[in-house]
């Protein structure tokens, strides 16, 4: 980090910085799901980065975890898309995957499948083989 607190271009990871090729732009990040334990934890570190990240928005296909957990903190003033939304954003770089366990293979499998590179919690899914 530099004297002020703020975070490098040199303390990116080399592959974050390959694929953003510009250190001066923003990695555009989006998250699928908040069902999981840690979803809110993530991308409340991702917003504690503005000058690296630009939070295209969140999807969670679950009802459920809308009603419980869409209106936390971490998710204030985010939009929520479907996840086809989400995932055909122009310029998306890359993806959080943080629905429940039973789901986050699925998730994980649509984003590699469409070329972006994740961060998937752990466990990696119910099935290791899957993983």
Not at 9 to 31: S, T, Y
Not at 62 to 83: C, V
Request: proline fraction near 8%; hydrophobic fraction near 35%.
């Amino acid at each position: 980090t530099n004297p002020e607190g703020g975070l490098e271009w040199r303390d990116v990871p080399e592959p974050v910085a390959r694929k953003c090729g510009d250190p001066m732009k923003k990695l555009k990040i989006g998250q699928i799901g908040i069902g999981h334990n840690h979803g809110a934890a993530k991308m409340e570190t991702v917003r504690k980065f503005p000058d690296v990240f630009e939070v295209i928005g969140v999807a969670e296909p679950d009802s459920l975890w809308l009603e419980k957990r869409g209106n936390l903190p971490a998710y204030q003033g985010l939009p929520f898309l479907t996840t086809e939304e989400l995932l055909s954003t122009p310029g998306l770089d890359a993806l959080l995957i943080e629905t429940d366990v039973k789901d986050l293979m699925h998730y994980a499998r649509i984003a590699v499948d469409r070329g972006f590179p994740i961060h998937m919690d752990k466990p990696g899914g119910e099935n290791y083989g899957e993983f």
